[in-house]
């Protein structure tokens, strides 16, 4: 019952998800202009449900490669790798990012987007950005979005999958999704931190870190998603709060479509 619930929401999703496409080949919030980060991230989930990528966003993407931030850079690198792959020069600007200790970027959130675009684009990553992310593990099995922060539920599922693409096994890994477990709550969707309560993203998260792993993802998860389904295909953010639509919906039809990045 759980996979046939997810593949319904997926579908409504993605059809929302198909719909933001604005005249400039770019995607878009409801009243809202075309970004280079909701762009990169709608070509990614319709690339994880199995649809055509439209030209006009990859045009979108490979005309707005300048003056981007760390993440939206990774981002739009893994939306190009997917729909025919990652030019040159956004490479080039990726591997600029590469620290001597390890770190891409400056934070340990882009450390994990920079390995897993390196990954989607097919690249290696270097054993000292496996070494310094598996260090950065808090003792709690948690990752922060930055070196000796609050570790938090979906910095902690990126990184299982950044580790996962890179080969890492063992109990840096079990010790990860033992902490997404214990975000888990009742409703069966998963919380960002400790009170905070489940939200959408934070659930599809959770999910694709169980999947990069190999492990089960719980059925209640799906279960969550799916009762977040707006009409118009669109999904809630949590049971209270209706945000940024593409955003949550986007983030989470990898998830309903049982995809993990980098996406294969």
């Known amino acids: ?32 202009t075309s970004t280079v980060g909701l762009t990169a991230t709608a070509v990614l989930a319709l690339d994880a449900a199995g649809a055509q990528v439209p030209a ?27 729909s025919g792959g990652a030019s040159p020069a956004l490479l080039a600007s990726l591997r600029a990012l590469e620290r001597p200790a390890g770190a891409i970027g400056p934070a340990l959130n882009s450390t994990i987007w920079g390995m897993l675009a390196l ?60 902490f997404l477990s214990a975000r888990e709550t009742k409703d069966g969707g998963f919380e960002l931190q400790p009170g905070a309560g489940s939200n959408v993203q934070s659930t599809a998260w959770s999910i694709q870190a169980f999947l990069a792993a190999g492990a089960r993802p719980p059925a209640a998860a799906f279960r969550y998603l799916a009762r977040m389904t707006r009409a118009d295909g669109s999904l809630r953010y949590s049971a209270r709060y209706v945000t940024t639509p593409l955003w949550v919906s986007a983030q989470a039809l990898p998830a309903l479509s049982r995809k993990a990045f980098p996406l294969r």
């Open 1 to 32: 019952m759980g996979v046939k619930i997810a593949v319904l929401a997926a579908a409504s999703v993605l059809s929302f998800v198909q719909g933001r496409a604005q005249p400039d080949g770019g995607y878009a919030e409801p009243g809202g």
């Open 119 to 178: 990954r989607q684009a097919g690249q290696a990553v270097a054993a000292s950005t496996v070494a310094y992310l598996e260090k950065a593990q808090s003792r709690n099995g948690g990752f922060g979005w930055a070196t000796g922060g609050r570790p938090d539920n979906d910095d902690t599922a990126a990184a299982v999958e950044a580790l996962a693409s890179a080969g890492v096994r063992g109990s840096v890994v079990t010790r990860a999704l033992a």
């Open 56 to 82: 006009a966003a990859r045009a979108y993407l490979t005309a707005h490669e300048t003056g981007l931030t760390p993440t939206e850079l990774e981002l739009a690198t893994m939306a190009e790798a997917v």
